[in-house]
């Protein structure tokens, strides 16, 4: 890829017996919003800290813009890493902290100050520059945190799960603020998430994760409704698989199938099947989930297997919802959102 601010080629680390990263190939694009999903010990941090130069693969290469950077120490390399328990100094303000990373460049005094305050401006903290850390919001201080690795302009930011020690509306408010700020300054921004709404919500492109290797890389649009594995398809959204018998008598065709709990109706079972493009499958509902905007139905299938399908509460109140146990209903689709995941296993 040309313009590539980061390649990796055939990246493995083992600790002892665990193949942390086990092969590893991937470009990410200057100026991208990059993440890297996975569940736990999937490898992904492994991955960020070798890019960012704390930790040294057992094999492989690591391109920054075109330069190999493979056995360079962390300063040598011109990325910038903020980490989840962002890492302030306490006895030190915010501005202080902040303009941190251009006093150990020997950066002038009066352009250090100038620069923090920009910065500082960029996370909407103008104002804070003489508090200390500990006078701050969570939130605040992930900001802080921010500011100071983007006022030394890094070429990249390595962010590992920095909105992790958050509540949620704050989390959800800062994946806007941090969407726009890296569209803003234009940095290539790589985010640690296990998160995968966090990830489907600001990233550009997305590594999917598992056992330290990558499953499928797209755009979020692409991994959530063609999901290239079982895996994916189980991990992005909530699991939805036709397989087996139920496939074949379902579908009409064995295979694994992945159809979104969002794109299936739930209707009387005495409902005609309407329309010629969509599947349908007669079933009993096992459980329903009031979730206030929504419900969730899972249905047991008379073909076999369990669907899921989600429903807006355009009308039904939570007493409705509740009469559904146990009640024989039909799903409906529409063909084409019946997904063929490739059999990997
Ligand atoms: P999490 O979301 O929990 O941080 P992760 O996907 O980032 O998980 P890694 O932290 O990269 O996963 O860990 C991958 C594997 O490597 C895990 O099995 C982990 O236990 C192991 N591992 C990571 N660091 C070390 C280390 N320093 N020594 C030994 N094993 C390690």
């Known amino acids: 890829m040309e313009g590539s601010a980061i390649r990796l080629r055939d990246l493995r680390k083992s600790f002892g017996e665990t193949d942390a990263v086990a092969g590893v190939d991937l470009d990410i694009g200057d100026g991208e919003f990059f993440s890297m999903l996975g569940p736990s010990g999937s490898g992904k941090t492994t991955v960020l800290r070798m890019i960012a130069g704390f930790e040294t693969p057992t094999s ?37 902290n902040v303009a941190y990373p251009l006093k150990v460049r020997k950066v002038p005094k009066a352009e250090r100050l100038v620069r923090a305050r920009k910065a500082l401006t960029e996370v909407r903290l ?71 709404e966090e990830a489907l919500t600001m990233s550009d492109r997305i590594a999917v994760f598992n056992q330290g290797r990558i499953e499928q890389v797209g755009a979020p649009a692409e991994i959530y409704e063609r999901p290239a594995t ?90 409705d919802v509740a009469a559904y146990r146990g009640t024989r209903v039909r799903l409906q689709w529409n063909r084409r959102h019946t997904v063929p995941v490739p059999d990997h296993r």
Do not use: C, W
């Open 60 to 96: 492989g290469r690591i391109e920054l813009a075109g330069q190999e950077v493979t056995g360079l120490a962390p300063f040598e390399r011109d990325v910038h890493t903020v980490f989840q328990d962002y890492a302030l100094f306490p006895h030190m303000t915010v501005e202080q």
């Open 126 to 196: 103008e104002g804070f520059g003489k508090r200390r850390p500990a006078q701050l919001s969570g939130g605040q201080r992930q900001r802080v945190a921010l500011a100071r690795a983007l006022v030394g302009r890094p070429r990249v930011l390595l962010l590992d799960e920095p909105l992790g020690a958050l509540d949620l509306k704050l989390r959800e408010q800062m994946q806007v603020e941090l969407k726009a700020l890296q569209r803003e300054v234009g940095i290539t921004f790589v985010f640690v998430t296990h998160d995968q």
């Open 230 to 319: 079982a895996f994916v398809a189980s991990f992005v959204g909530t699991s939805n698989l036709l397989e087996g018998e139920s496939a074949q008598r379902v579908v009409g065709t064995p295979g694994i199938y992945s159809i979104r709990p969002e794109k299936i109706r739930v209707l009387k079972e005495s409902a005609e099947p309407d329309e010629p493009e969509h599947t349908t499958a007669v079933g009993t509902v096992a459980e329903v989930v009031y979730l206030g905007d929504a419900t969730r139905f899972l249905v047991d299938l008379d073909a076999g297997g369990r669907l899921t399908a989600l429903q807006q509460n355009l009308e039904t109140s939570a007493e």
